[in-house]
C-alpha cells in the first residue's frame, strides 16, 4: 500500500519548465515501480513516463520530460522541459507493485490526486 501527493503544477508560458513531485507514503517505496500519467479536459488519461531502474516515456514528452526517483526520500519527479500548450492537463502520479513494463494504467493501482499543469502559447 502507498499514497501519493503530488505538487508542482502551476502555470508557465510555452517554452518554460517545471518540476513536479510526488511524495509517497507507505510500504517499502523501492518495490514500486513509479509513473505519471495526464488527462486533458475532454480526452483519456495518457501514459507519460514511468521508471522502475531504468526509464520509459512516451513518444510526445521524451527528449524534453526527465523522471527521476528518491528512494531515501520516497519522492519521484517530473521535470518537464520545453513545455508546450499540448501538455496542459491534470498530471497524476502512479505506483505499481513490482517491475512493472506496461503503460496501461491499470497496472498502477495507486494513484495521486492530480496537479494541474497549464502551458500558455
Known amino acids: 500500500q502507498v499514497q501519493l501527493v503530488e505538487s508542482g503544477g502551476g502555470l508557465v508560458q510555452a517554452g518554460g519548465s517545471l518540476r513536479l513531485s510526488c511524495a509517497a507514503s507507505g510500504r517499502t517505496f523501492s518495490d514500486y515501480t513509479m509513473g505519471w500519467f495526464r488527462q486533458a479536459p475532454g480526452k483519456e488519461r495518457e501514459f507519460v513516463a514511468r521508471i522502475t531502474w531504468s526509464t520509459y516515456y512516451a513518444d510526445s514528452v521524451k527528449g524534453r520530460f526527465t523522471i527521476s526517483r528518491d528512494n531515501a526520500r520516497n519522492t519521484v519527479y517530473l521535470q518537464m522541459n520545453s513545455l508546450k500548450p499540448e501538455d496542459t492537463a491534470v498530471y497524476y502520479c502512479?505506483?505499481?507493485?513490482?517491475?512493472?513494463?506496461?503503460?496501461?494504467?491499470?497496472?498502477?493501482?495507486?494513484w495521486g490526486q492530480g496537479t494541474q499543469v497549464t502551458v500558455s502559447s
Open positions: 502512479v505506483a505499481g507493485l513490482g517491475r512493472i513494463t506496461s503503460i496501461q494504467a491499470n497496472y498502477y493501482n495507486h
